[in-house]
């Protein structure tokens, strides 16, 4: 019993030892000394200011801006996790709410959307058409996007979004600690060739009938078929009273459909009998396929970045964690979520307030207004007392 409670002991010692924060940031105190702005956009790139978390200061600009780790890292054989909290307060109309982790070597003053990084991740939203959460992971040079749509949280409330990747290649997206994605990188990214291809010595036979249908070879237009004309003089017309022929002409009676006709004639069509269905190219395991089980690792991890671009600014970026602690993410998450439920219930009392506001309003004027007609009653009345 003793050496299963030494065990135990050894596996949580173990697990607390191996636990490791790479990068937190909560925008306390001096967060300029921790953060370096990018040149890159010049006069196009928009101000950050300090608002429970940086937010984005002035519409239509570039926002790029990063943080080093205080060590480069290595997520091999280590499980990665990847969260922030952003806030669209401005209600976002067009614009990335996403964040980047980026290799050594990057230059931070020339930080741009060319930099090379390792993963994009969280919400880009511009108008209807595009709402979704990228996830994309840099492979072999190559960016590769997720094949699925994640939808993204549109509206102005603080929202968190966790990326965790594992070692044995499994993945999950959360939003709010909870989980609306998951899968493996090798089934929903296009990193690797096709495990089978189309076998390029076979086609299709020559003699192959994949006609459904054919023309009944027994049906043939009728001879007067064509004969029967689509549209007919009116036979209740009438010519006019005062029609002249010679001032008029010749009166022509007006057309009308004709309730016979029927048409171009079209070929029945029967079943092929000939019919073998459709042709399937036959398949082979594609000589250039090759797992990759390492698809997850980035020997260098060593930066954070913002670099997006937006129309309408006022997005609050904060709680920024790189890990390898999914509990610790998710306290984190949680702690976020708190603040939602703070600010959804502040915009609530806002809201109930406001109605109450017009609502008051309202009956002010309707009052006035029934005050202003009984005034107006009073001097009729009295007007008519004067006359009589």
């Known amino acids: 019993m003793r050496g299963l409670y030494n065990l135990v002991l050894v596996l949580f010692l173990v697990s607390i030892v191996s636990a490791e924060v790479f990068f937190s940031e909560r ?39 990063s943080s080093e780790f205080e060590k480069d890292i290595s997520n091999a054989d280590d499980t990665l996790v990847f969260q922030f909290s952003v806030r669209h307060e401005q209600n976002l109309d067009c614009g990335g709410g996403y964040l980047k982790i980026l290799p050594a070597g990057i230059d931070q003053e020339n930080f741009n959307g060319d930099s090379p990084y390792n993963i994009m991740f969280g919400p880009d939203i511009c108008g209807s058409a595009t709402r979704r959460v990228h996830v994309i992971f840099n492979y072999k040079g190559e960016n590769f996007l997720i094949n699925d749509n994640i939808p ?47 076998d390029p010595s076979v086609s299709k036979p020559a003699d192959w009938v994949d006609e459904r249908q054919i023309k009944d070879p027994e049906a043939s237009k009728p001879a007067d ?45 029967i079943p092929n009998p000939e019919y073998k269905g459709e042709w399937e190219h036959p398949l082979i395991d594609n000589p250039d396929y090759e797992l990759d089980t390492e698809i997850y690792k980035f020997d260098s991890n060593k930066y954070v970045g913002i670099e997006i671009w937006q129309v309408t600014a006022g997005s609050i970026f904060d709680n920024i964690l790189v890990t390898n602690d999914v509990d610790l993410a998710s306290q984190w998450a949680e702690e976020a979520n708190q603040l939602r439920a703070e600010e959804e219930a502040s915009h609530e009392a806002a809201e109930a307030e406001r109605i109450a506001e017009e609502e008051a309003e309202r009956a002010r004027l309707e009052a006035e207004l029934e005050e202003l007609d009984d005034e107006e009653e009073e001097e009729e009345h009295g007007h008519v007392h004067d006359e009589l």
């Not at 928009?46 to 200061?57: D, P, S, V, Y």
């Open 152 to 198: 993204c949280k549109t509206d102005t409330f603080t929202h968190t979004y966790t990326l965790i990747v594992r070692p044995d290649q499994t993945y999950s997206v959360k939003i709010d600690n909870e989980e609306v994605k998951a899968g493996n990188l090798v089934d929903d990214w296009d990193f690797l060739p096709p495990k089978q291809i189309k």
């Open 225 to 269: 078929w064509d004969d029967i004309p689509a549209f007919i003089a009116d036979p209740e017309a009438e010519i006019p009273e005062d029609w002249d022929e010679e001032l008029d002409g010749d009166w022509e009676a007006p057309q009308i459909p004709n309730p016979e006709y029927q048409g171009e004639w079209i070929h029945p069509m």
């Open 27 to 65: 925008f306390d105190g001096d967060y300029e000394s921790r953060w370096v702005e990018s040149k890159n956009k010049g006069a196009d790139a928009g101000e950050w200011k300090l608002n429970g978390g940086i937010q984005t200061a002035e519409d239509y600009r570039f926002y790029q801006i």
